[in-house]
T-cell receptor, first 110, second 115 residues
Framework: GQNIDQPTEMTATEGAIVQINCTYQ??????LFWYQQHAGEAPTFLSY????GLEEKGRFSSFLSRSKGYSYLLLKELQMKDSASYLC???????????FGQGTTLQVKP | ETGVTQTPRHLVMGMTNKKSLKCEQH?????MYWYKQSAKKPLELMFV???????ENNSVPSRFSPECPNSSHLFLHLHTLQPEDSALYLC??????????????FGSGTRLTVV
């Protein structure tokens, strides 16, 4: 079956760095996505990895190791507005299917 | 209007009612999706449409009936729902099924409560 695991909750301090891990066991891997979702709002795209390595986008970076079935999202210089759920999702082949993890709720404290 | 628009934002319906959710995308995408988001559970894929043809039905009960008249519009018709169907229903679109680097663009969802 398809399985994606993320921690349920994390807490970090404003200005700090936080790493949110995601492990996956899927067939037909065709890319891994990270989304941010604020309460009551639509998920918004953050990053995409299909090859091993690090992708950097401003304060956000995402890493992928396909051999280990592992990804992380790194958030630097945390701001209060970064308090949200972070969703890890794997695309399955050319089916259009995105399989999501349960999401990690990040709380940023002053 | 840009992006993916869903209406209504909130819906309360009885178990014997019939209602419809509407989704419209203005991005020129070819694929559209319905997802269900329940509390404490992962986003759950329901249906996939590509060029208005259904390509995936993730074992969804027949009380949920999708309709895709063209690549820009997607509906979810609801009838004789159960209280456990209460959830946030998200519509999404993507350029294609497997090559886009941006995954999906989501709408803001319809918060459905079945009473």
């Amino acid at each position: 079956g398809q399985n994606i695991d993320q921690p349920t909750e994390m807490t970090a301090t404003e200005g700090a760095i936080v790493q949110i891990n995601c492990t996956y066991q899927t067939s037909g891997f065709n890319g891994l996505f990270w989304y941010q979702q604020h309460a009551g709002e639509a998920p918004t795209f953050l990053s995409y990895n299909v090859l091993d390595g690090l992708e950097e986008k401003g304060r956000f970076s995402s890493f992928l190791s396909r051999s280990k079935g592992y990804s992380y999202l790194l958030l630097k210089e945390l701001q209060m507005k970064d308090s949200a759920s972070y969703l890890c999702a794997v695309r399955i082949g050319n089916t259009g299917k995105l399989i999501f993890g349960q999401g990690t709720t990040l709380q940023v404290k002053p | 209007e840009t992006g993916v628009t869903q209406t209504p934002r909130h819906l309360v319906m009885g178990m014997t009612n019939k209602k419809s959710l509407k989704c419209e995308q203005h991005l020129g995408h070819n694929a559209m999706y319905w997802y269900k988001q329940s509390a404490k559970k992962p986003l759950e894929l329901m249906f996939v449409y590509n060029f208005k043809e259904q390509t995936e039905n993730n074992s969804v009960p027949s009380r949920f009936s999708p309709e895709c008249p063209n690549s820009s519009h997607l509906f979810l018709h609801l009838h004789t729902l159960q209280p456990e169907d209460s959830a946030l229903y998200l519509c999404a679109s993507s350029q294609d099924l497997g090559r886009s680097n941006y995954g999906y663009t989501f709408g803001s969802g319809t918060r459905l409560t079945v009473v």
